[in-house]
């Protein structure tokens, strides 16, 4: 493919690897446009889109997000890609980074404003923290989170697939006291609260299950322990690391052969972009991603010749998990 043709295809596949435009009143005009046609269209529970790191800036300049405005954009190509999928999927998950730098509450109103289309057509979302979140921001925008969270004080979600169940965790690890726009902890945290909850929810349960955090699971030790004494998880996604990625990951077990898929999601924003789709059956789950674009770290209208390679390289990705 040469620079003409690829430049070309990315059009096709939405522009996201050259400069999106910022959001635009013709975006929201097809969004709703897909909406309702989505109206009435088949609901397929075992199909679940998997977003992360969309990192949504609330502070708005002439009606533009102030930092990376093109952000909205690139997420609005997204939830139009899932409003065009037949049939829907059930399930829309966001793996955290939800806001764009100090989880301000406009960050979340806004996010809240561009992701509302997916439940207007009857998808369930599922949000996560990642450590660009502030938990009291977020749980004043989505307090349905602090009733339905298994974990006090904690965002954590169950998704009950009919051959699964998805764990949310919340791997956040927020520092006390801080001041408005100051940086908490990069890497994530499980406190011993979570870890336990999720070590009886393990035990008690007869299906196997998915784990999702916004943090790689090799930053939580007791993470770790849980994983390692629980055979029904069959995998653990992840996103923070903006790349796609499938790595085994070799746990400390009774079992010394065992081995649990990690799966790390591209984000909407620098990295991989796109976003990854997963279909289960009784017998496992498939996670596919198709990259829809590259940038590091802002796009680019004259991308360099590596970002091209990524995107060609990371067109059909998929790994199973089995069950
Ligand atoms: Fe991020």
């Known amino acids: 493919m040469d620079r003409k043709e690829f430049l070309a295809s990315m059009l096709v596949l939405g522009g996201a690897a050259i400069v999106p435009s910022v959001a635009k009143?013709?975006?929201?005009?097809?969004?709703?446009?897909?909406?309702?046609?989505?109206?009435?269209?088949?609901?397929?529970?075992?199909?679940?889109?998997?977003?992360?790191?969309?990192?949504?800036?609330?502070?708005?300049?002439?009606?533009?997000?102030?930092?990376?405005?093109?952000?909205?954009?690139?997420?609005?190509?997204?939830?139009?890609?899932?409003?065009?999928?037949?049939?829907?999927?059930?399930?829309?998950?966001?793996?955290?980074?939800?806001?764009?730098?100090?989880?301000?509450?406009?960050?979340?109103?806004?996010?809240?404003?561009?992701?509302?289309?997916?439940?207007?057509?009857?998808?369930?979302?599922?949000?996560?923290?990642?450590?660009?979140?502030?938990?009291?921001?977020?749980?004043?925008?989505?307090?349905?989170?602090?009733?339905?969270?298994?974990?006090?004080?904690?965002?954590?979600?169950?998704?009950?697939?009919?051959?699964?169940?998805?764990?949310?965790?919340d791997s956040l690890a927020e520092k006390p006291n801080l001041k408005p726009r100051q940086a908490t902890t990069v890497s994530g945290e499980m406190l011993e609260s979570q870890a336990e909850w999720l070590k009886d929810f393990l035990a008690k349960s007869e299906r196997p299950a998915i784990l999702c955090a916004h943090h790689p699971p090799k930053e939580m030790p007791l993470l770790e322990k849980v994983i390692s004494a629980s055979p029904n998880v069959v995998g653990f996604v992840y996103g923070h690391v903006h790349y796609w990625s499938k790595i085994p990951y070799i746990i400390r077990s009774r079992v010394p052969q065992r081995m649990v898929q990690t799966v790390s999601l591209p984000a909407t924003f620098y990295g991989d972009i796109g976003m990854a789709v997963m279909e289960t059956n009784s017998k496992g789950a498939c996670i596919k991603f198709s990259s829809k674009g590259y940038w590091w770290p802002q796009p680019s209208d004259n991308p360099p010749k590596e970002w091209q390679r990524r995107v060609e390289d990371t067109q059909r990705e998929e790994v199973n998990l089995l069950f």
């Open 25 to 169: 009143a013709d975006a929201l005009e097809r969004i709703e446009k897909l909406v309702a046609k989505a109206s009435g269209k088949k609901i397929d529970s075992r199909l679940t889109v998997l977003l992360s790191d969309i990192h949504i800036c609330g502070e708005l300049k002439d009606g533009k997000s102030l930092h990376y405005p093109y952000n909205p954009t690139s997420l609005q190509l997204r939830i139009e890609e899932i409003l065009s999928m037949r049939p829907l999927p059930a399930n829309v998950l966001v793996f955290g980074d939800v806001a764009w730098d100090y989880g301000l509450e406009e960050d979340y109103r806004y996010a809240a404003e561009l992701l509302r289309p997916l439940e207007d057509a009857g998808i369930k979302l599922t949000l996560g923290l990642g450590n660009h979140d502030r938990r009291a921001a977020f749980f004043k925008v989505f307090p349905q989170y602090v009733q339905t969270s298994p974990v006090k004080g904690r965002a954590v979600s169950v998704v009950a697939l009919p051959d699964v169940d998805v764990v949310m965790l």
